[in-house]
């Protein structure tokens, strides 16, 4: 069990993006601050420079280390003997590659949000510069931090659910069922396809499912994809707020997946089931703390978060213990902490570590874009059946 005992020295962190009207910068001081790892020492919180410098005051950070931008971050902070180390991008999807090539070269560790970039090849670039510079980037999925994600993970591998057949994944609400007239500037520029990118809910919520999955069951490839994406407020297209993928995967098992800002009066957000020819999983942060566990033949087990019948793996990441809710900031804090270990052994050359210690990498990121690319060209296709490559 997790209880906020650091065996690695402290990170100097630094933000870009998450000031004050941001949606998801709290999301990322919460995880980071959580276990003291990470000390936020700088940031350009937001295009706002007054405002951004004030926010930056209130939470703590020196009035002379809250800068105008990411340029005059880089600039000041490398020149520090206790400069920067490593910086989250909380910032619109479209200036998401420019800013991490820029911290790369400049010898800093990278946290992104997703989707890491608009495609495959930024992504290629970007890992080629990282390795050369000996350097992490890592990716911030959400809820896969969470104790019942390894559970179901540790579940797979032991053969518990037999053979997959079935990948039933959902992540949708209604926040976004109305059209735009009123929306926040953090809503508006999701919908634009000049700072989105080619998708609007497929990148900003889909991938935290695609990636979940890769998680629960490695060992499936996707063979063949069919996405099927429409704009129900007409003004958001070409991109869309509601989208169903088909998928195909290489042991001939059949996924489905279904994402949407428009599920009117939905405030149940994600659905995962897992089936297999002996037994299904099936887990939703509706009720966080409970796993179902389904055997063919048998009443329903509903697992608990922090009980000693759970895998040894499962119980390690655990932070709250049993009747106590483990929560999307308790999963964020562990994606913080898996990605300080990274850095960590990075910086001490322990890439024998590196080679088994699961985070959110870069290649997280790509295989994201990777499927993302191909759901686009499905979708724009028509919506027809493509090769996933």
């Given amino acids: 069990m997790i209880n906020g005992e650091s065996k690695i020295a402290r990170l100097r962190w630094g933000m870009i993006g998450g000031g004050r009207t941001g949606q998801v910068g709290y999301k990322h001081r919460t995880g980071a601050l959580r276990d003291g790892t990470y000390q936020?020492?700088?940031?350009?919180?937001?295009?706002?420079?007054?405002?951004?410098?004030?926010?930056?005051?209130?939470?703590?950070?020196?009035?002379?280390?809250?800068?105008?931008?990411?340029?005059?971050?880089?600039?000041?902070?490398?020149?520090?003997?206790?400069?920067?180390?490593?910086?989250?991008?909380?910032?619109?999807?479209?200036?998401?590659?420019?800013?991490?090539?820029?911290?790369?070269?400049?010898?800093?560790?990278?946290?992104?949000?997703?989707p890491l970039f608009f495609t495959v090849a930024e992504c290629e670039e970007v890992r080629k510069i990282a390795e050369a510079k000996g350097l992490i980037v890592g990716v911030t999925y959400g809820f896969t931090g969470h104790p019942l994600v390894e559970q179901m993970a540790m579940m797979v591998k032991k053969g518990m659910l037999g053979d997959i057949?079935?990948?039933d994944l959902q992540y949708t609400h209604g926040f976004n069922a109305g059209?735009?007239?009123?929306?926040?500037?953090?809503?508006?520029?999701?919908?634009?396809?000049?700072?989105?990118?080619?998708?609007?809910?497929?990148?900003?919520?889909?991938?935290?499912?695609?990636y979940l999955s890769e998680v629960v069951l490695p060992h499936l490839k996707i063979d063949k994809l069919l996405c099927d994406r429409k704009a129900f407020i007409p003004t958001r297209e070409p991109l869309e707020d509601h989208a169903t993928v088909l998928m195909h995967y290489d042991n001939g098992a059949r996924g489905h997946l279904w994402v949407s800002s428009v599920?009117?009066?939905?405030?149940?957000?994600?659905r995962y089931r897992f089936v297999g020819s002996k037994a299904s999983l099936e887990w939703t942060d509706s009720f966080p703390n409970q796993l179902s566990y389904e055997v063919q033949g048998e009443p329903v087990k509903i697992l608990h978060h922090g009980m000693?019948?759970?895998?040894?793996?499962?119980?390690?990441i655990d932070r709250m213990g049993a009747l106590h809710t483990e929560g999307l900031g308790d999963s964020w804090a562990n994606i913080y902490l898996w990605i300080a270990q990274a850095i960590d052994a990075k910086k001490r050359g322990d890439e024998a570590f590196l080679k088994t210690h699961r985070y959110p990498g870069i290649e997280?990121?790509?295989?994201?874009?990777?499927?993302?690319?191909?759901?686009v060209r499905s979708a724009d296709a028509g919506a027809v059946w493509v090769d996933f490559k």
């Avoid at 999807?93 to 997703?114: D, M, P, R, S, Y």
């Avoid at 997280?364 to 759901?375: D, F, I, Q, Y």
């Fill in 40 to 114: 936020l020492v700088c940031g350009a919180f937001d295009l706002d420079v007054e405002r951004g410098r004030e926010f930056g005051v209130n939470i703590g950070v020196a009035s002379d280390r809250c800068y105008a931008d990411y340029k005059e971050l880089i600039a000041k902070e490398t020149a520090r003997p206790d400069g920067v180390e490593v910086v989250s991008i909380a910032t619109p999807n479209f200036t998401h590659f420019e800013i991490t090539k820029a911290f790369l070269e400049a010898g800093l560790h990278v946290i992104c949000e997703k």
């Fill in 165 to 167: 057949r079935i990948v």
């Fill in 179 to 210: 059209d735009d007239t009123n929306a926040s500037e953090a809503q508006k520029w999701r919908t634009n396809p000049k700072t989105s990118g080619p998708t609007f809910v497929l990148g900003d919520i889909g991938t935290h499912l695609y």
């Fill in 364 to 375: 997280a990121g790509t295989e994201g874009v990777r499927w993302l690319e191909n759901c």
């Fill in 308 to 316: 000693p019948y759970l895998e040894d793996e499962t119980n390690a």
């Fill in 263 to 270: 599920d009117a009066g939905n405030m149940r957000s994600h």
